[in-house]
């Protein structure tokens, strides 16, 4: 595969047209106003998606949406939170217990107090 080309089909022109209405809903112009906020790479900045990842931005959109409708998040004109990118060690260090992860810090000279 190429350098910055999709892995999957493209998104359709009804979801890229959707995501867009959620977008501008959300209070961004256009997908490159969105980049930041919404976490795009320079391709889906230009508006290029997969089918895959169209399907979780417009999910994302219609929740924060929905949230905000129901009072409990943010404003429908505020921009979602940029999703959260964990390094593979970070994931790791997320999937172990409580109790492995201390016994590891204070393997390593770190004094452990529970919260």
Same mark, same amino acid.
């Given at each position: 595969?190429?350098?910055?080309?999709?892995?999957?089909?493209?998104?359709?022109?009804?979801?890229?047209?959707?995501?867009?209405?959620?977008?501008?809903?959300?209070?961004?112009?256009?997908?490159?106003?969105?980049?930041? *906020?919404?976490?795009?790479?320079?391709?889906?900045?230009?508006?290029?998606?997969? %089918? !895959?990842?169209? #399907? +979780?931005?417009? $999910?994302?959109?219609?929740?924060?949406?929905?949230?905000?409708?129901?009072?409990?998040?943010?404003?429908?004109?505020?921009? *979602?939170?940029?999703?959260?990118?964990?390094?593979?060690?970070?994931?790791?260090? %997320? !999937?172990?217990? #409580? +109790?492995?992860? $201390?016994?590891?810090?204070?393997?390593?000279?770190?004094?452990?107090?529970?919260?």
């Amino acid at each position: 595969m190429a350098f910055g080309q999709s892995s999957g089909p493209p998104a359709t022109a009804r979801q890229v047209a959707e995501l867009l209405e959620l977008l501008q809903a959300a209070g961004h112009t256009d997908f490159r106003d969105a980049r930041g *906020p919404m976490g795009f790479t320079q391709r889906q900045a230009n508006g290029k998606f997969t %089918r !895959d990842e169209a #399907d +979780e931005f417009i $999910a994302e959109l219609q929740e924060a949406e929905h949230a905000a409708e129901t009072g409990a998040g943010p404003s429908p004109t505020s921009a *979602p939170a940029e999703p959260e990118r964990l390094t593979k060690a970070e994931q790791a260090a %997320r !999937d172990l217990s #409580d +109790e492995v992860l $201390a016994a590891e810090l204070q393997r390593r000279g770190w004094i452990v107090v529970e919260p």
